[in-house]
């Protein structure tokens, strides 16, 4: 079966610019989750979706992030303007009725802002 | 919030049994996770626990948990150089809707 998978894996970009990660979860789970990676930080939970309807975006550092849904299969993350302090490793998890069920990740999207 | 804690490193020797350890926060998660991370890969499910039992095993792996001193661990037998990854414990606390709190990580390594 497959995974969660996310894409692109590798982002190398200049600040300012707009980046865009995309996410496909497994297909029937109804839950779909954005978490990033830093050392300093470790893994924090950006934003979560119930049935493509975000239901938590509390996590999301600033305004200059937005996560859509538009359906069951699809997901993106996006960064626009971009800076560097948003270097990271982005992953996107999904799991089937959320409620302490496992989650499910993906290799993630390794994003450097130069 | 207040953080699930484990320490950062542990080595061990090939064959040998490592220990992980955690201590969680919220006495109120249904249950109780480990992930594993190898270098430039995702999150892999290694097992969980419900918050009702004290122990699970699954082949060479065993997870002890303590629900009133909130530790939970994880003991891998027969330790292999492929379990060489960083190991991360994550609960789910009952006022963070469907979200994992995750620790910093264990990076274990196992020498031959």
């Known amino acids: 079966d497959a995974g969660v998978i996310q894409s692109p894996r590798h982002e190398v970009t200049e600040m300012g610019q707009e980046v865009t990660l995309r996410c496909k979860p497994i297909s029937g789970h109804d839950y779909l989750f954005w978490y990033r990676q830093t050392m300093m930080r470790g893994l924090e939970l950006l934003i979560y979706f119930n049935n493509n309807v975000p239901i938590d975006d509390s996590g999301m550092p600033e305004d200059r992030f937005s996560a859509k849904m538009p359906n069951a299969s699809f997901s993106t993350l996006k960064i626009q303007p971009s800076e560097p302090r948003d270097s990271a490793v982005y992953f996107c998890?999904?799991?089937?009725?959320?409620?302490?069920?496992?989650?499910?990740f993906g290799d993630g999207t390794r994003l450097s802002i130069l | 919030g207040e953080d699930v804690e484990q320490s950062l490193f542990l080595s061990v020797r090939e064959g040998d049994s490592s220990v992980i350890n955690c201590t969680y926060t919220d006495s109120s998660s249904t249950y109780l996770y480990w992930y594993k991370q190898e270098p430039g890969a995702g999150l892999q499910l290694l097992t969980y626990i419900f918050s009702n039992m004290d122990m699970k095993q699954d082949q060479r792996l065993t997870v002890l948990l303590n629900k009133k001193d909130k530790h939970l661990s994880l003991r891998i037998a027969d330790t292999q150089t492929g379990d060489s990854a960083i190991y991360f414990c994550?609960?789910?606390?009952?006022?963070?809707?469907?979200?994992?709190?995750f620790g910093k990580g264990t990076s274990l390594l196992v020498t031959p």
């Open positions: 994550a609960e789910s606390p009952s006022n963070s809707g469907y979200a994992l709190n």
């Open positions: 998890a999904s799991s089937f009725q959320g409620s302490n069920q496992p989650q499910h």
